[in-house]
């Protein structure tokens, strides 16, 4: 499956959202990424044709096992990504952060690869 980038920032933000609040509805998504209200909602239609979602009739969104599988991919890419940053150029987290959002999406699965065999090698 090849998931867009933005389809990739909802469904980190999804299960961001998820872990933090408990429940997820498209007013989080939109508050949280500082979207519109109708460009959530379309974005979750997207989501949901694909079988990575589902909403019930209130209105909270569930990621499925593929949805859950692809965020939890995502994000372990943010966040080894940032660390590697951090630790091997002294990059200050809040940068960072912002800098492995943007790689995240680009990053060829031998380099992501490779980072985590560095960071699982030197690890504090």
């Known amino acids: 499956m090849n998931i867009h980038e933005s389809g990739?920032?909802?469904l980190e933000t999804i299960l961001v959202l998820k872990t933090r609040n408990g429940s997820v509805?498209?007013?989080?998504?939109?508050?949280?990424?500082?979207?519109?209200?109708p460009?959530?909602?379309?974005?979750?239609?997207?989501?949901?044709?694909?079988?990575?979602?589902r909403i019930?009739?209130?209105?909270?969104?569930?990621?499925?096992?593929?949805?859950?599988k692809a965020a939890e991919d995502i994000y372990e890419r943010h966040t080894r990504i940032a660390e590697f940053l951090q630790k091997t150029l002294g990059v200050d987290k809040?940068?960072?952060?912002?800098d492995s959002c943007r790689i995240e999406h680009v990053i060829s699965d031998e380099t992501f690869r490779l980072i985590k065999?560095?960071?699982?090698k030197h690890k504090d």
């Open 117 to 120: 065999t560095w960071l699982d």
């Open 25 to 37: 509805r498209s007013v989080d998504i939109a508050n949280e990424l500082g979207y519109s209200k």
């Open 56 to 68: 019930d009739s209130g209105g909270k969104i569930e990621l499925t096992d593929i949805g859950h």
């Open 8 to 10: 990739e920032n909802y």
């Open 94 to 98: 809040k940068t960072a952060l912002g």
């Open 39 to 53: 460009s959530v909602s379309r974005a979750m239609s997207i989501l949901r044709n694909e079988g990575l979602i």
